[in-house]
């Protein structure tokens, strides 16, 4: 079965500074990745999603970028948080089914 | 994007059936309904999924109606795990890709 893992599992970061999130899959092949952001008591907000290496659609304008440098590595940035980036982060992925997958999530703020 | 609809909260007893409502009028033909259940602090957790007829899994049932604009997530004995929110997303075909897109989702409280 498939498996997603995020890490760090908790960070505090100053204004300004540059952020990396990192999730892997394990038990599957070709997966579609994506990164969802839950605000505080909030619904989970998609962000960006991939369909394969290099391949990356964004959601929402705003002060972060993702890359997918492997077929089962997703990775989440920014060169300067701002206050507004804090939340928490989900990584999902697809197996063949359709089912939505989740990580541990990230759990971000930004001070 | 497709947004569904959701009250916002359900109350339950214990050991008693809950069914969760969700409207989702812009469906079109080839999308699929999923429903995830949120614990605090997890990541969401796939409940089951449909897309024209109803379907039984071990944790639930989905009862999508005839001109898929609605669907009812049922749970047959509620008990106090069940306590989560529960999401209804209409999962759309673009660019490659299913698209995943939350609400706000139904917040169910389940009493002892």
């Known amino acids: 079965s498939q498996t997603i893992h995020q890490w760090p599992a908790t960070l505090v970061q100053p204004v300004g500074s540059p952020l990396s999130l990192e999730c892997t899959v394990e038990g599957t092949s070709n997966p579609n990745l994506y990164w969802y952001r839950q605000a505080a008591g909030r619904g989970l907000q998609l962000l960006f999603y991939s369909v394969g290496i290099g391949q990356i659609s964004s959601e929402v304008p705003q002060n972060l970028s993702a890359s997918r440098p492997q077929d089962r590595q997703f990775i989440l940035s920014s060169k300067k948080l701002l206050l507004s980036d804090s939340g928490f982060y989900l990584c999902a992925g697809t197996g063949g089914t359709g089912e939505l997958f989740f990580g541990e999530g990230s759990r971000l703020t930004v001070l | 994007d497709a947004k569904t609809t959701q009250p916002n909260s359900m109350e339950s007893n214990e050991e008693e059936p809950v069914h969760l409502p969700c409207n989702h009028s812009t469906i079109s033909g080839t999308d699929y309904i999923h429903w995830y259940r949120q614990l605090p602090s997890q990541g969401p957790e796939y409940v089951i999924h449909?897309?024209?007829s109803n379907v039984n899994n071990r944790m639930a049932s989905l009862a999508i109606a005839e001109d898929r604009k609605s669907s009812t997530l049922i749970l047959h004995r509620a008990t106090l795990r069940d306590a989560a929110v529960y999401y209804c997303?209409?999962?759309?075909?673009?660019?490659?890709?299913?698209?995943?897109?939350f609400g706000t989702g139904t917040r169910l409280k389940v009493l002892a």
């Open positions: 997303i209409q999962v759309h075909w673009t660019s490659g890709t299913y698209k995943y897109i």
């Open positions: 449909g897309l024209t």
